[in-house]
Structures are given as structure tokens and as C-alpha cells.
């Protein structure tokens, strides 16, 4: 094992949230009452404040109130140092104007109210006689505590809620009886059906080598280019595309799936892990099962793919569930328990097959800034294919005494937290070499974790592993004891220059990185967009200096940063051509302060026009630009280019466009019902070519986070969507 990075001046911050909108930098954090003064709400609202909260907000929030990935911790010394010097009517308007995500204000200020009182009651506030409304205006810092309060601080649980419909009403059912928003359902086939067609069971030989007409795995190929050789649509005749058949999903949650196609089929993840199998030539159901999460722990959180082996499909559930189900009718074969009876541990990234196993990463891996179990760490498992059974797993986090064990300070292993996994990794069959991404250590501030110079291993770094055994052949760690919310996970492409094989990737820095993976050794690296975060990248080692007022951090003091933790660059794929070495990339463009609580605030990046989405090409050889153009609404797909000489994009303001790839200029677009979400693919049937995309909701980082710097764009709160596009038959004779 090879250690490629090692620290340089540098530190970290906090997070993000479910609460997103904009919040006020009001300074540096309020001095708490010793012996607080009583409560303007009354035990009544505490208690209806519960229920909602458990209805409304504990999927994301957790049950302890401690958050998880964009939910930010709403009880602790966490929410008191950010909330001291700001009012209880700030804390009811945020609540109302973002909560829930995909319902903004409808549960009504009754309830807002309440849960404004719940949470000021789950820290030490204490509960008096005038009721809290609207108009209430006291300042935060005189009645809380900073500590848990006793029936807060194990987790609530649901017979403290009460019983009755969760506020706001009852979830819908959807088809066949599946969920709408709402209570969890055990696994069940909704739709029962058969796959009657010939299918050809998924072999390694075919995604070494995918059939041309075919999209069996995310980002297509091992390689993760999101290419595909189909070119019967190209830039000649693109303007003529039309909709051939749309398909609606399950609503609720989020959504950013990749339609996954072979011998006609369509496999299709939904929010709330609904699997469908659809007839790919017209949008016909065949089957359906609802597979769903076993607890309803991980509200919001994403699925961006299925995999196909075999005879098989596999879903990687959002509770750190893997489940194998028969392409025919959609029945469970087997399941697997990823996360070692954690339920409160999820999987965003989908499942990567590698020679006859399931290889998936990890997240969620204990609450930011608390203690955890020693077992709940993250790590990277693999399962045989045919029985659910481990084979290996990779811990992401270094403890004690083991290889890089000594770059946490001596923090005690249990508060060792985050490096997640949260999206599949690339594999290299000649080298024999997965590749896989992390995320950055919790909490997520440097000043709350007491790591003066810890680089944190192995935090927002490239992992390469042997897929046979999960051993560590070599890392490099990108950006060592980060502090900003600036994670480094996102996909590894791996693309040959002559006898040169590199691997390169982005991350929400928007610094795009060049290594060696044969070795790790650094290439090179590229800022793609305003960065004020470091102020000096070695051209030799890739070592990053950061500014000196992140390295002196302390606790309620708010850091400014460009790009914000909305991220440069984000879970949306980037797209590289072969035959132009041409690596198009979909980029962000904001910035904001945070605060160790994680609350943000968010601006325009200087320079942007406030210009958002920024889409860029880059020649991967010498990392030198191609082209690139900026628009107002951010980019919420992956990029898919083809050999028809057109990349795909879709955007927050519902556009979904087609680009010449050499250029950059706009050849088609189309508006659809909502947010263009997901992951572009592309398929061929009868000799005609399909493009398939999805629009959706949630979204995290990118899709939450800017929101209030697009007042003008307006969208539902529903309109989950599949859409698949063709030329007019006329074309394709």
C-alpha cells in the first residue's frame, strides 16, 4: 500500500441542510442562559410538535434530531451555537418556507408552529404558558440550553408521537397500493408479470464489452464514461427529436435514477426503492415490486442505479439493504444486510458487478458529531452475486493502530466518522483495479473535530482496491483534513493516453484532477471554475494550501467559500468522448459562508452574471479547455455524449438539451414537467435510437441549495417523470 499525500496547512467546516433556504450570517454565537427563562409555547404544542416532527422530519433528521448528509443537526451545541443569536420567528419562517421538501408550507401554521416548539424543547428550552405563534419573537439564546433534552437525546420514538395520520395528512397510495410520501411498506409485488420476451441473462463478457444498442450499467461502461457508441441521432438531425413514450414514477423522495435497457426490457429504480420492469418500445409495465426501506431512517436519500448480472436484478436499498430479484417476474431471490443490522446506514450510489460479485459503498455511517459504535463506520463490501454472501469489505475509516490510524489526532475511533462512499466506483479489468471515491470526515468542521492537523485518512481520496479481495493497492488522498463541505467522492473515469492509463475526477472544489492508476502518483490538476479556498496547488505533488483564515477556524465563526458546499462539481456524472478526448463536465457556480452547525448562506459566484450552470469541455490529454458556456439555472443531469457527435444535459429550470460536443452549441431543448434530474441514457430497438431521462425531485447539495438564488423558477412539487425521446419514424428509414 502506497501513501501519496500527505497534510499540508489546511482544516474544515460544517454542513449543509433539509432546512434550504439562505439563512443570515447574524455573527458570532450568543451566550447561552445559565438558567433559562420559560418557553413561549406550552407542553400542548411540544407534544403535537413531536408528532409532525416524526410524520415530517425524522427521516431526515433522525430520531435524536442529530442529522444526516443535507439534514443539519437541530438539537445540541451544534443548533445552539448557530441559532443563539437569532429569534424563534427566524426559526418558524425557515421551517415554513422550506419544510417539507417536497410540500413547502403546506402543513400549515398550526404546525410549524409546534414544530418550532419541539425543537426548541429538545434543547433544554423549557415549556410555559402563552402559546407560540407566528409573531412570537424571542431570541433563541435566552431559552435553550445547547443541551439534549433527556426524551430527545435516545431517539424519540414513534408511541411518544401518538398515534393518528402524520400533519399535513395522509400520504397517497400509489399504484397497485404502493406508498406515496409516507410510512414504509415491507417488500410486496404491486404489479405482478412476466418478462415473456427472450431475454439473455447479463454476462461478464457483456459488460467488459456492452453491446452498442444497450445501457446495462451506470455510466454505461467499467471505464464510467456515459458514452455511447449509437449515432443515428447526431447533430444533423437532433432538432427533429420528439417524445416517443413517458412514464410516471413514484412519487415522493428523491430521485436520480439511470433507465437501465437490454433485449428490449427497461429496469427502472424509483424514490422509496419501487423496481419496475417496463417494455423499453413503449413504456409498458410488466412488473413492479416495492421493495421500499425495511424502516423509514433514510427519508430523502437518493438511488442512482440498478445493476443486471445474469438472470438477475440488484438494488442497493437506501436502509443498506442489497436485494437480487428475478428479471422475469421481479420476486426476491435474496437479500443481504450491507450495514450489519444498522439501519440508520444507507447506500445512494447503486451497485457496480464485478467478476460475479456485488460491489456497493456506503453512507450515513453515524450522525455528525456524536459518538458512534466502533462497528459503524463506512466501508466499501462485495457479495457474490448468486447468494447474497460477503466476500470482503474495505473500511474507509483508519482507527487505531492500523495504516493511517495516526492522522485523526488520537480521537477516539468511535468519533472517527464519515468518508463515505456514496457513489459507485469504476473498475479497470486489465489492471484488475477498482476505483472508488470518498467523501470527507465528520463532524465536518476541523474546530469540531479537535484534528488541529489531522489529514483524516482516508477522507476524500481515490481508493484503488483489488476486487478480489478488497485489499488497498494504493490511495491518494485529494484534500487532507478538509474543512468546507468540499468532498472529492464523485466518479473515477478512467481513460488511456498511449501506454498512459490515468484516472481522473472532480469534486466539489471544481478542481479537476489527473493521476497515475497504476500507482497513484498525482499528473496534474485544473480549476474549472472560481475557487478562493486554497491559494496554492503544488504542480508537482498536487499538495493544496488552504487560506489562512480556514486554517484558524474557531467554533461560531462563519468561513466564506467559492465554490459554496453546494459544490463546483457534484453527484452528476461528467461524459468523456473517446474519439475526441473530450471530457464535458456540468458545474455550479455559487458561493457561501458556513457555519459549524451547518447552517449556510449562499451568493452568486463574482464574475458568473449570476450564472449558475456552467458546462465545460476539456481535452484530457494536456487538461487544456475546449469550450464552455454558462446559463442561469444550474445542471442537474449527468452528461451522456455519443458517437452521433451530441452531448445531453438537463437543468433545474426543467430544460433538457442536446449540444454539439465540439462546440457547445445549443442544437435542440425541450422543457418538461419538472426539474431534469437523473442520469441520461441511450438505447437502440428495431433499428431506431431512444433517449431516456428523468425529471424528479430532491436532488441534495445542487438541486436544495440554491434554490433562493432562482426566485424565478417556479416548479411543482410533484412530477416524477420518465421520457423517452426518438427521431419521427420518416427519419430512421
Known amino acids: 500500500m502506497k501513501r501519496l499525500q500527505k497534510e499540508s496547512v489546511m482544516p474544515r467546516v460544517a454542513r449543509r441542510f433539509a432546512l434550504t433556504v439562505s439563512v443570515i450570517a447574524l455573527g458570532c454565537t450568543a451566550t447561552l442562559a445559565q438558567t433559562p427563562a420559560a418557553g413561549p409555547f406550552t407542553q400542548a404544542q411540544v407534544d403535537a410538535g413531536r408528532t409532525a416532527y416524526v410524520a415530517n422530519c425524522q427521516s431526515c433528521h433522525q430520531a435524536d434530531l442529530s442529522g444526516q448528509q443535507d439534514a443539519i443537526q437541530l438539537a445540541g451545541k451544534g443548533f445552539a451555537d448557530g441559532w443563539g443569536t437569532r429569534t424563534t420567528a427566524d426559526l418558524f419562517n425557515l421551517i415554513q418556507a422550506s419544510m417539507p421538501p417536497t410540500g413547502r408550507g403546506t402543513l400549515g401554521a398550526p404546525t410549524y408552529a409546534a414544530l418550532t416548539a419541539f425543537i426548541l424543547h429538545a434543547n433544554g428550552a423549557q415549556t410555559g404558558t402563552a ?6 419573537n424571542v431570541r433563541i439564546g435566552s431559552i435553550v440550553t445547547g443541551t439534549v433534552s433527556a426524551d430527545v437525546a435516545g431517539g424519540i420514538r414513534v408511541a411518544q408521537a401518538g398515534a393518528g395520520a402524520p400533519a399535513g395528512g395522509t400520504p397517497a397510495a400509489g399504484r397497485g397500493g404502493r406508498p406515496g410520501v409516507g410510512p414504509r411498506v415491507p417488500p410486496h409485488i404491486t404489479v405482478a408479470g412476466t418478462v415473456s420476451t427472450p431475454y439473455t441473462p447479463v454476462t461478464d463478457a457483456m459488460l467488459l464489452n456492452p453491446p452498442d444498442d444497450e445501457w446495462l450499467m451506470i455510466r454505461r461502461n467499467y471505464a464510467g464514461w456515459s458514452h455511447s457508441p449509437l449515432k443515428q441521432i447526431n447533430t444533423q438531425n437532433v432538432n427533429l427529436l420528439q417524445l416517443k413514450w413517458s412514464w410516471a414514477m413514484n412519487e415522493g423522495g428523491t430521485n436520480e435514477q439511470t ?71 421481479g420476486k426476491i431471490v435474496w437479500q443481504a444486510d450491507i450495514s450489519d443490522g444498522d439501519r440508520a446506514r444507507g447506500e445512494t450510489g447503486g451497485p457496480v458487478i464485478i467478476k460475479g460479485k456485488v460491489v456497493v459503498g456506503m453512507t450515513n455511517c453515524g450522525p455528525s458529531g456524536q459518538p458512534q459504535p466502533k462497528e459503524t463506520h463506512c466501508y466499501i463490501s462485495a457479495y457474490d452475486a448468486n447468494t447474497g454472501k460477503r466476500d470482503w469489505k474495505f473500511q474507509t475509516v483508519a482507527l487505531t493502530g492500523e495504516p493511517g490510524g495516526d492522522t485523526w489526532n488520537n480521537i477516539p475511533d468511535n468519533v472517527r466518522q464519515g468518508t463515505e462512499s456514496w457513489i459507485a466506483g469504476t473498475y479497470d479489468p486489465v489492471l484488475n483495479t477498482t476505483y472508488w ?44 483534513g478538509e474543512s468546507l463541505d468540499l468532498d472529492e467522492v464523485f466518479e473515477r473515469v478512467l481513460i ?30 485544473k480549476e474549472t471554475l472560481l475557487q478562493n479556498v486554497y491559494t496554492k496547488i503544488d504542480p508537482k505533488t498536487g499538495m493544496l494550501t488552504y487560506r489562512p483564515d480556514i486554517v484558524a477556524q474557531k467554533v461560531g465563526q462563519w468561513i ?60 484530457t490529454s494536456d487538461m487544456s479547455l475546449a469550450w464552455s458556456f454558462q446559463q442561469r439555472a444550474p445542471f442537474l443531469t449527468g452528461v451522456m455524449s455519443t458517437d452521433g457527435g451530441i452531448a445531453f444535459v438537463g437543468d433545474f429550470d426543467r430544460v433538457f438539451k442536446a449540444v454539439d460536443e465540439n462546440t457547445g452549441k445549443i442544437l435542440w431543448s425541450v422543457q418538461l414537467g419538472n426539474t431534469v434530474q437523473g442520469h441520461p441514457t441511450t438505447f437502440s430497438l428495431d ?24 426566485p424565478e423558477s417556479h416548479r411543482a412539487d410533484t412530477g416524477q417523470q420518465l421520457y423517452v425521446f426518438g427521431l419521427p419514424d420518416s427519419a430512421t428509414r
Not at 498511449?498 to 498525482?522: A, C, E, P, Y
Open 437 to 480: 471515491g470518498t467523501a470527507q470526515a465528520k463532524p465536518w468542521r476541523r474546530d469540531q473535530r479537535g484534528t488541529a492537523a489531522g489529514s483524516t485518512l482516508y477522507s476524500n481520496s481515490t481508493l484503488a482496491l483489488d476486487p478480489d479481495s478488497g485489499q488497498l493497492k494504493w490511495y491518494f488522498q485529494h484534500i487532507p
Open 687 to 710: 433499428g431506431k435510437q431512444y433517449v431516456a431521462i428523468t425529471t424528479a425531485m430532491g436532488g441534495g447539495s445542487p438541486e436544495q441549495k440554491p434554490r433562493t438564488l432562482l
Open 560 to 619: 466564506p467559500s467559492c465554490p459554496s458546499p453546494e459544490g463546483g462539481h457534484n453527484w452528476m456524472p461528467t461524459s468523456y468522448d473517446p474519439a475526441d478526448d473530450l471530457l464535458i463536465i456540468p458545474l455550479s457556480q455559487s458561493c457561501g459562508m458556513i457555519l459549524n452547525n451547518g447552517s449556510e448562506t449562499f451568493s452568486y459566484m463574482p464574475g458568473t452574471h449570476r450564472n449558475m450552470g456552467k458546462l465545460v469541455a476539456y481535452h
Open 131 to 136: 402559546e407560540l405563534t407566528p409573531a412570537t
Open 496 to 525: 488511456d493516453h498511449g501506454d498512459q492509463k490515468t484516472v481522473m475526477t472532480i469534486g466539489k472544489s471544481g478542481i479537476l484532477w489527473k493521476l497515475d492508476r497504476t500507482n497513484g502518483k498525482f499528473l496534474g490538476a
Open 259 to 329: 433507465p437501465l435497457v437490454h433485449d428490449g426490457i427497461m429496469f427502472l429504480g424509483n424514490s422509496q426503492d419501487v423496481v419496475q420492469a417496463l417494455d423499453a418500445r413503449t413504456g409498458k409495465l410488466i412488473w413492479e415490486n416495492v421493495v421500499g426501506p425495511n424502516t423509514g431512517a433514510i427519508g430523502g436519500s437518493a438511488n442512482r442505479t440498478l445493476a443486471l448480472y445474469g438472470n438477475m436484478v440488484y438494488l442497493a436499498a437506501n436502509d443498506a439493504m442489497l436485494y437480487a430479484l428475478d428479471i422475469h417476474t
